[in-house]
């Protein structure tokens, strides 16, 4: 069972509408991956302010579909923004695993 | 490696560069000056990333952020095709979308090794940059200052509020998966206007003098406290509701400052969103009777 997101707050909050959870979805795919190149791209140390901002962007949104996990290792690398690189990268590998589990599991439904 | 040289040391610290690069000619250098005025709204951070793939022919590269009105990119290596490579991305991707043909002397090249005495002069000759923090400050002004009409057309809206039969919400948030997902909630309902930034939010305020305001904190364009504040100064009985996903001290204290009148931690429910309106709907009659007295 994929448990990288719970969708029983958004479903609520949709009132169940399967077409407006599917544009939801799609918006949510786009942003993400947009997220997520704006951290690979800000690895440098000297790219403080566009890691913490993409984090803080991909948080938000994760949070809101009830992706936990992704949203904790976002939070996680908002909160480590002056980090080294290479622990940057780790935290960026970390995301895009659970990144790709939320993927799968919103493409699979 | 791409080095981010920024506030009012920028043009000093760019002037050394040439001089020690005139005294010990090294390598192949090149120098574009690029005038921001012509350029989207954006941070520091989303210009390097933006131009960092036109440097990656180049061997080394340092960008000075001179104040708000000028951007200096200075590279080694090949000339030719980090210019045509800059120019592309800026021009393709990162000028304002409003600009129908940008000004001719928004960007101008440089050889430093060849123009150095030149370009110094040139340098030295600009006015003293301002602390960005200073003009950003400058900037928020102008943004939250209506003009007459806006303020009649807020006024007329605002005698209204009090007959309304249908509240009108305003969301401010720049995510587009939450703020379509907020908007969805409330249709139906609410009279909702929704915006990603905090200009258009100003406007769309002024233009509407909504009941309610979701606001979110961090914004593209700036920080939601400083919107809050705007809206509680010019018409306190608008019920405020600050959105985040941070749970910061410095926030809900920002909050309180601002007198505020909620605040919801993401991710949104039914229940956070149905508790802040049930509260406005009790503390309604009140706010509106202290703003007629007043």
Known sequence: MNTSVDLTNLREMTGNDAALEKELFNIFLITAAESITILRNSCEPDATEAWRKAAHALKGISLNLGAEGLGKLCEEAQDSATAMQDKKQAMLADIEAEHMRVEGFLTNL | ?294
């Not at chain 2, 928020?140 to 009649?152: G, K, N, R």
Request: charged residues 20%; hydrophobic residues 45%; contains cysteine.
């Open chain 2, 1 to 294: 490696m791409l080095i981010k040289i920024e506030d009012q040391q920028a043009v000093a610290s760019l002037i050394a560069y040439i001089e020690e690069l005139n005294h010990k000619p090294t390598g192949v250098w090149g120098l574009l000056a690029v005038q921001r005025a012509n350029l989207e709204t954006m941070t520091q951070d989303k210009f390097i990333i933006f131009i960092k793939p036109a440097l990656e022919d180049a061997t080394g590269a340092k960008v000075f952020f001179a104040g708000d009105t000028e951007i200096y990119i200075l590279w080694s290596g090949v000339q030719k095709t980090v210019l045509q490579q800059l120019t592309n991305v800026i021009t393709k991707s990162l000028l304002r979308a409003d600009i129908a043909s940008p000004a001719v002397d928004m960007m101008q090249y440089y050889d430093p090794k060849l123009q150095g005495n030149e370009i110094i002069a040139m340098l030295r000759s600009k006015p003293k940059d301002k602390p960005a923090e200073d003009s950003h400050k400058a900037a928020a002004e102008v943004l939250f200052m209506p003009s007459d009409v806006e303020m009649q057309k807020f006024r007329q809206q605002q005698q209204l509020q009090s007959k309304r039969t249908m509240f009108k919400v305003l969301i401010v948030e720049d995510q587009l998966f939450s703020r379509q997902l907020l908007y969805e909630v409330l249709r139906g309902t609410y009279m909702v206007e929704a915006s990603p930034n905090l200009k258009d939010a100003w406007k769309l305020f002024l233009e509407h003098a909504p009941d309610i305001v979701f606001l979110d904190i961090e914004l593209a364009d700036g920080n939601g406290h400083t919107l809050a504040q705007q809206i509680k100064t010019l018409a306190p009985s608008t019920y405020v509701v600050m959105v985040t996903a941070n749970h910061g001290l410095n926030d809900v204290q920002q909050a309180k400052q601002n007198h505020v009148d909620g605040f919801i931690a993401k991710p949104f429910s039914n229940q956070k969103i149905q508790t802040c309106l049930d509260k406005y709907l009790s503390v309604r009659p009140a706010m509106l009777a202290k703003v007629s007295s007043s």
